[in-house]
C-alpha cells in the first residue's frame, strides 16, 4: 500500500469522526464506499486501523479515542475545543497540499515573509521545563542594531497571522510580548526559573484586544460600538472580544458592549472597520476617534 493511500485513508478517517463518533463497522463501510468512489483500496484490517489511529496521534497531534462502552471511536477534545480545532485546520491544510501532485493553478497563497515558526519547538519545550531563553532581537520601533534579550518564557500567543513570545524580561522583571519573526541566534540555556508569575502572565491579555500590553494601572472599561446591520454578521460571526455582549440587533443596527483596555490595536481595530462602525461611548474613545479621523482627513487637504 502507497503512501499516498495510507494518507488518504488517515484523511477520510479523521472526517469522518468530525461529523459523529462511529463504530469499526461504519467505519469500513465509509472506507469500502470511497474506496469505489475514487478507485483505491482503503479498506484495512482492525489491527492496521488501530496503527493509522497510532500515525494520526503521532503525526498530526489528533486523537482519536475508543468509547469502549458504546462501541465507537470519536475525536478527543479534551486538551482544548480552540487547541484542537486548529490542529484539525492544519491538518487539512496540509492534506490537500501533499496530496495533489499539481496545486500551484488552485491554490493562491498570501505573500509575506517568514513568521518565525522555526522557533515554535524551542520555545515550548522552554516554557514546559522553566528554562530561560536568550536571543537577539530586533524591534520595530528601534532602528538601532538588535539587542540581546534574556527572558523567561511562559506563552506563546498568536495574533493576526503572526506569533508572540509573552515572557518576564530578566532586565525589569516587566512582563513584554516579542514577535517571533524578530527573533535571531535563539539560545535555551539550562538555567531554569520559577514560574511564579504564572497567573498573572495568563491573565495578561485577558482584558486587552491583540497584543499591545495594557495599562496596568488603569481599569478596564465598558465600550459600546454600532455596527451597519451587513458589518454587523461578520462581528457576530467572529466577535472581537470574548466580552462581547449585544446589545441590539434589528434591520437597523447591530450595538454591542465589551469591556477590555483601551489600547493602540483596539484602535486600529475599530479604524479598520471605517464607516461601518460609530463610537457609542465612552466619551474618551469618540474623541480619540474624532482626532485620528481629523488628522486623516488633514492628510487630503489642497
Known amino acids: 500500500m502507497s503512501k499516498r493511500e495510507a494518507i488518504a485513508r488517515y484523511s477520510l478517517i479523521i472526517n469522518k469522526l468530525r461529523r459523529r463518533p462511529a463504530s ?3 467505519i469500513l463501510d465509509y472506507l469500502k464506499a470511497e474506496s469505489e468512489i475514487q478507485s483505491y483500496n482503503y479498506v484495512v484490517s482492525k489491527r492496521t486501523f488501530q496503527r493509522d489511529l497510532n500515525d ?3 503525526l498530526y497531534g489528533i486523537e482519536i479515542t475508543n468509547d469502549k462502552r458504546n462501541n465507537v471511536y470519536y ?3 479534551q486538551e482544548g475545543t480552540v487547541i484542537n480545532e486548529r490542529i484539525l485546520e492544519a491538518y487539512d491544510t496540509f492534506n490537500a497540499l501533499s496530496l495533489n501532485d499539481r496545486i500551484a493553478e488552485h491554490i493562491q497563497f498570501e ?8 522557533h515554535l519547538f524551542g520555545l515550548l519545550h522552554a516554557i514546559k521545563n522553566s528554562v530561560q531563553i536568550h536571543f537577539s532581537y530586533q524591534s520595530f520601533t528601534d532602528n538601532s542594531k538588535p539587542s540581546t534579550r534574556s527572558v523567561e518564557p511562559y506563552l506563546l500567543k498568536e495574533y493576526k497571522g503572526r506569533w508572540y513570545l509573552v515572557a518576564v524580561d530578566n532586565k525589569d522583571k516587566h512582563i513584554k510580548s ?11 540555556t539550562k538555567s531554569t526559573f520559577t514560574k511564579i508569575r504564572a497567573s498573572e502572565v495568563e491573565h495578561y491579555y485577558e482584558n486587552s484586544f491583540g497584543i499591545v500590553g495594557p495599562n496596568l494601572k488603569t481599569s478596564p472599561e465598558e465600550i459600546v460600538l454600532k455596527f451597519t446591520p451587513h458589518q ?15 446589545l441590539e440587533d434589528d434591520e437597523q443596527s447591530l450595538v454591542i458592549r465589551l469591556k477590555l483596555h483601551i489600547t493602540h490595536d483596539f484602535v486600529m481595530e475599530i479604524l479598520s472597520h471605517g464607516a461601518n462602525v460609530k463610537v457609542v461611548s465612552p466619551v474618551s474613545l469618540v474623541n480619540e476617534m474624532k482626532r ?4 486623516a482627513l488633514e492628510q487630503y487637504h489642497l
Open 292 to 295: 485620528f479621523y481629523q488628522e
Open 75 to 77: 475525536l478527543n477534545q
Open 24 to 26: 469499526f463497522e461504519e
Open 178 to 188: 516579542f514577535a517571533l519573526d524578530r527573533f535571531s541566534d535563539l539560545e535555551i
Open 56 to 58: 494520526i496521534r503521532s
Open 111 to 118: 505573500k509575506r515573509s517568514a513568521l518565525g515558526t522555526e
Open 232 to 246: 454587523g454578521k461578520y462581528i457576530k460571526s467572529l466577535p472581537l472580544h470574548h466580552s462581547q455582549i449585544i
